[in-house]
């Protein structure tokens, strides 16, 4: 899915790398390769949103890009590493934001959050994502390898198969987990 347009994913990785080792050029040289990537993901959590609402896909991008790129004390090891990192910047970005917009009241009585993959209305479904971020948490606690597989699948858009050579983990795990997590957080969302 997040496959460089113009390199190849192992000059992602040494770009990555370099970038950890503090080569400023190594960012200069990267970002354009994972913009496009960072955008389609922004732009599938955001595209149920309605005509006009506040959070748009190129502040998400930009907001998530700060995040990325402050993290010093990472040390890139690969693109996958790199996208797991975004997956749960762009959790936390989507979070920071439904709580800053009140939203809790607005999510009462609808219908909840249906894990597809297909994104979420951060503005319409607000209260429906602090609550299913208040129960990833909890999953964590439970197993947090299931809740890294949500984040995974969930906010970072990754595949099956991505997931699992991230997690070290075979495929059939990561699906089997999937459904297990799904299951778990349908019963904690919906009593």
Request: aromatic content about 8%.
């Amino acid at each position: 899915m997040y496959a460089a347009e113009g390199r190849s994913r192992g000059e992602v990785t040494q770009l990555l790398v370099a970038y950890g080792r503090g080569e400023p050029r190594a960012l200069d040289a990267l970002m354009p390769e994972i913009y496009e990537a960072l955008h389609d993901l922004a732009h599938r959590h955001l595209r149920r949103e309605r005509p006009g609402h506040t959070l748009q896909t190129t502040a998400l991008v930009h907001e998530a890009y700060l995040r990325l790129v402050d993290q010093t004390e990472v040390t890139w090891q690969n693109r996958l590493h790199f996208f797991g990192i975004a997956a749960r910047v762009m959790r936390q970005v989507l979070i920071d934001y439904a709580r800053r917009h009140g939203a809790k009241k607005r999510g009462a009585g609808r219908p909840g959050t249906v894990l597809d993959g297909k994104g979420i209305a951060v503005e319409e479904r607000a209260g429906e994502l602090l609550a299913l971020d208040e129960a990833l948490s909890r999953l964590a606690a439970f197993d947090a390898r299931l809740a890294r597989i949500v984040e995974l699948r969930f906010f970072g858009g990754l595949t099956i198969e991505e997931a699992a050579a991230l997690l070290e983990v075979s495929a059939m795990t990561v699906k089997r987990d999937w459904k297990k997590a799904k299951a778990w957080l349908y019963r904690e969302l919906h009593g």
